[in-house]
Structure formats: C-alpha cells, structure tokens
C-alpha cells in the first residue's frame, strides 16, 4: 500500500513546489540549529579534555578518611588492612600507598626551601605514569626523584624581605635537615640526598620529592623518638590506579562504599563530562525551540493543503480510498517535508562546521583581538570548534522527519475523516 500511496503524495508535492520550499526551509534551521549547537559542546569538551591530558593520570584515585562523615563515628584510616581491601576491588590495576615526612626542611647553600618528600615503595614507581625530563625512574636507599618545582621554594633567610630563589637542585648539592621535636632537649640531624632524576610538570606531584618509604620511615621514626608500629601504621596518601578511564568512575564508588573518600583528575573529568551533558541538553532545548516553530509551519501548510484539495479527497473516497489511505497519503506528506528539511539542515550544518573549524583553525594565535570570543587556545582544539558525530546527524533527520509527522497529524485526521459528500460539494 505504501508503493502505490507513496507516488501520489511525491506528486502532490511537486505541484506546490514554492511552498514545499518555503516550509522545508523552517525545518531546516530548525535542525541546522539543533545540530550546531549541539556540535559546538562537543567541540568544547573535547578541548576541555585535551587541556586536561590523556596521560595515566585521568585513571588516578586519590583515597583519604572521609571527613564528611559523623564527628562521632570512627573514621576509617588508611591502613594496611585499607589498602588490602583497595587491591580487591574489582577494576583496580594497583594501589599504590605512601607516606609523608613528618618534618624537615631543605637547605641548598645559603638558601633554605621546602619539598613534601613522600616515600613509595621503589617497584610501583612505574605505575605513577611519571615521565622524566633527565634522570632514571629508580630509587635506591637515600636517593630521591624530584618534582619540577621544588626548586621554586626556596629563600634566603638571613634578608630582610623574603623574596624567592630558584635553585637547580640537579645541579646543586644540598641535604634534608630534620627536627626531633619529642625529644626533651630539640636537636636536628641533616642527610644527604643524592637526586635520580627530574619528571616532568603536570602532576600531583610537581612540589614533591619521592624517595624510597624505608628511607621516609626511618627518619618519621628518628623525628618522632616511636618506632612504627605494622599493627596501628597509617599511610599519609593512597593513590589507587584504575585499570581503564571508563572503569575509574566505578572504583571511586566501590571505594567510597568503603567508607573513604575520592578524588582525583578521573573524578574532575566525570564531573566535567556532565557537566557538558547538561549543556547538551540545554543547547539542544534551544535549537528544539527552532525545530517546534518549524512544526507550525507544517502544520499550517498541510491545513491549507487539505483546504485546496478538499474536493480531491472526496472524489478519492468516492472511487474506494479508505479513511486510512487518506490519513497516510498526508502523513508521507508532511514526513518528506520533515525529511528534506532534515537532509538539507544536516546539509548546511555540514557547511557551516567546515567554514567555521576552517577559520579558526587559520586564525592567529596568541593574543590576536580576533580570538577575543574564544576563552582558550585555538591550538588546544586542532580547528574541530565544531565536532559532529555521525551519529548526531542521523538523529537530527530523524527527529526532522518526526516533526513533520507530528505536525501533519491533526491536518491527516481532519482529512481522513471528511464526509465524502461534504468533500465533493466543496469549490
């Protein structure tokens, strides 16, 4: 039945041509708006990403107590049993538990500075995703791997005004004084550290001094006067790597049901994905308020349609046409209106995201006043401002062509339902 009603309602098309054209052409900004917009928060999570990196840390967990839960409930600390349950949670590839010194400071020269030197056990070193700038990633009994902006946190005591020194710690010997501040009479011991090499920026640990946790132990041990105790021991940080970025999300949560809480560049980048989702939704709403006025203009287009061809439908009924051959015959109608303006829409969208990706792509960089409008880098984006997945154009058509069906609907009813009689009196 469609083979033969389908002709009928391409012919009765044609013969309104101008008005075929006039009504697509509100489809067709109604979608062409629906899918730039939504293209365009493609394009800006995409470069929010890729200031973000693609590097090992988006599968790092950082795990600590929970100090959002009940002053009167016993917090569950960082222990050696905690990191024995971590290791058993499914879609961990390793967990990675250290400790912090408890005090000290560094001293290079004339110059004092400070660095957060954590201990890790030398084998899961590899696992941190560190890439270095010189060096070896290896630490041995009192070596240490710098973080690149250590060296930015130093001074010199003995001026007048503080004022910070840089110091190349690779190139500068220097040593760890430390304070014993439970002993009866203070007293202070330095230790020399020879450096292994230097990673790059970018991390969590930029201000920080990683060195073997026995070598971090036993001067906690020597700062504190007690000896640590394997029964009562808690570790001052845990990171916990997910095996893939899309099992991240589902460790945070098996480990939050443990009782700790998360964190971490993966969780940041959740959040941020959703919150583009919900611009999606948002923007999309917008452009839907384009494709919903388009709507009204099929559907008075259709009403008048049936106005001019009353007499039409009454002599299709006289012959044997059934009301429902009728109601399909203005349904296709108002589908292929849907339809073309859907095609040419995803059309111009396709257009314009060329012109537009193009522009900004060959635009200037740095401080140019005709990057103004753009709140980052042009480079961080690789001129895709504009991204439009496949899938986003087949379901603007079809959306499209829903449209023009729902706006045809009534206009089919009140066709499919006239008397034939009443039609064939009609002038």
């Given at each position: 039945m469609i083979g033969e009603l389908l002709p009928l309602a391409l012919g009765n098309l044609a013969r309104a041509r101008g008005r075929l054209i006039m009504t697509a052409g509100g489809v067709l900004v109604g979608t062409a708006a629906v899918v730039l917009l939504i293209a365009l928060t493609f394009g800006l999570q995409r470069s929010a990403e890729k200031s973000i990196g693609e590097n090992a840390s988006l599968t790092e967990i950082d795990v600590y107590p929970n100090w959002g839960r009940e002053m009167n409930e016993n917090l569950p600390q960082l222990t050696v049993e905690a990191v024995r349950q971590f290791?058993?949670?499914?879609?961990v590839e390793v967990v990675i538990p250290m400790v912090n010194l408890q005090g000290g400071e560094l001293l290079a020269g004339d110059y004092?500075?400070?660095?957060?030197?954590?201990?890790i056990d030398p084998a899961l070193l590899p696992y941190l995703g560190l890439e270095l700038t010189e060096g070896t990633l290896s630490l041995g009994p009192g070596q240490g791997l710098l973080g690149p902006r250590v060296g930015d946190n130093f001074f010199d005591p003995s001026s007048e005004e503080w004022?910070?020194?840089?110091?190349?710690?690779?190139?500068?010997?220097?040593?760890?004084?430390?304070?014993?501040y439970n002993s009866p009479t203070p007293s202070e011991r330095k230790v020399e550290?020879?450096?292994?090499?230097?990673?790059?920026?970018?991390?969590?640990?930029d201000y920080a001094i990683l060195m073997p946790v026995r070598d971090v132990m036993a001067w906690n041990e020597w700062?504190?006067?007690?000896e640590a105790d394997p029964e009562t021991f808690v570790y001052d940080r845990v990171v916990v790597r997910a095996t893939s970025r899309e099992t991240s999300q589902d460790v945070s949560e098996a480990i939050r049901d443990l009782g700790y809480a998360t964190g971490g560049i993966g969780d940041y980048l959740n959040a941020l994905n959703n919150f583009f989702?919900?611009?999606?939704?948002?923007?999309?709403?917008?452009?839907?308020?384009?494709?919903?006025?388009?709507?009204?203009?099929?559907?008075?287009?259709?009403?008048?349609?049936?106005?001019?061809?009353?007499?039409?439908?009454?002599?299709?009924?006289?012959?044997?046409?059934?009301?429902?051959?009728?109601?399909?015959?203005?349904?296709i109608e108002a589908g292929l209106v849907g339809l073309a303006g859907g095609l040419a829409g995803v059309g111009l969208s396709l257009f314009l995201q060329n012109v537009i990706n193009q522009a900004v792509q060959n635009?200037?960089?740095?401080d140019s006043p005709a990057l103004i409008f753009l709140p980052f880098d042009t480079s961080q984006i690789g001129?895709?401002?504009?991204?439009?997945?496949?899938?986003?154009?087949?379901?603007?058509?079809?959306?499209?062509?829903?449209?023009?069906?729902?706006?045809?609907?009534?206009?089919?009813?009140?066709?499919?339902?006239?008397?034939?009689?009443?039609?064939?009196?009609?002038e």
């Amino acid at each position: 039945m469609i083979g033969e009603l389908l002709p009928l309602a391409l012919g009765n098309l044609a013969r309104a041509r101008g008005r075929l054209i006039m009504t697509a052409g509100g489809v067709l900004v109604g979608t062409a708006a629906v899918v730039l917009l939504i293209a365009l928060t493609f394009g800006l999570q995409r470069s929010a990403e890729k200031s973000i990196g693609e590097n090992a840390s988006l599968t790092e967990i950082d795990v600590y107590p929970n100090w959002g839960r009940e002053m009167n409930e016993n917090l569950p600390q960082l222990t050696v049993e905690a990191v024995r349950q971590f290791w058993q949670v499914p879609g961990v590839e390793v967990v990675i538990p250290m400790v912090n010194l408890q005090g000290g400071e560094l001293l290079a020269g004339d110059y004092t500075g400070w660095g957060n030197i954590m201990g890790i056990d030398p084998a899961l070193l590899p696992y941190l995703g560190l890439e270095l700038t010189e060096g070896t990633l290896s630490l041995g009994p009192g070596q240490g791997l710098l973080g690149p902006r250590v060296g930015d946190n130093f001074f010199d005591p003995s001026s007048e005004e503080w004022e910070p020194v840089q110091v190349d710690l690779m190139n500068t010997p220097f040593e760890v004084r430390l304070f014993q501040y439970n002993s009866p009479t203070p007293s202070e011991r330095k230790v020399e550290l020879e450096l292994t090499g230097t990673f790059r920026e970018g991390t969590s640990f930029d201000y920080a001094i990683l060195m073997p946790v026995r070598d971090v132990m036993a001067w906690n041990e020597w700062i504190t006067g007690q000896e640590a105790d394997p029964e009562t021991f808690v570790y001052d940080r845990v990171v916990v790597r997910a095996t893939s970025r899309e099992t991240s999300q589902d460790v945070s949560e098996a480990i939050r049901d443990l009782g700790y809480a998360t964190g971490g560049i993966g969780d940041y980048l959740n959040a941020l994905n959703n919150f583009f989702a919900t611009m999606r939704v948002m923007l999309g709403g917008v452009g839907a308020v384009a494709l919903l006025v388009a709507a009204f203009g099929v559907a008075n287009t259709m009403t008048m349609a049936i106005l001019e061809r009353t007499k039409e439908i009454g002599l299709m009924k006289a012959i044997g046409a059934t009301d429902r051959d009728v109601l399909t015959v203005f349904l296709i109608e108002a589908g292929l209106v849907g339809l073309a303006g859907g095609l040419a829409g995803v059309g111009l969208s396709l257009f314009l995201q060329n012109v537009i990706n193009q522009a900004v792509q060959n635009a200037p960089q740095g401080d140019s006043p005709a990057l103004i409008f753009l709140p980052f880098d042009t480079s961080q984006i690789g001129g895709s401002l504009i991204v439009i997945p496949a899938e986003l154009t087949v379901l603007a058509v079809v959306l499209a062509t829903l449209v023009g069906v729902g706006a045809g609907f009534y206009p089919a009813l009140r066709a499919a339902h006239l008397p034939p009689v009443t039609a064939l009196k009609q002038e």
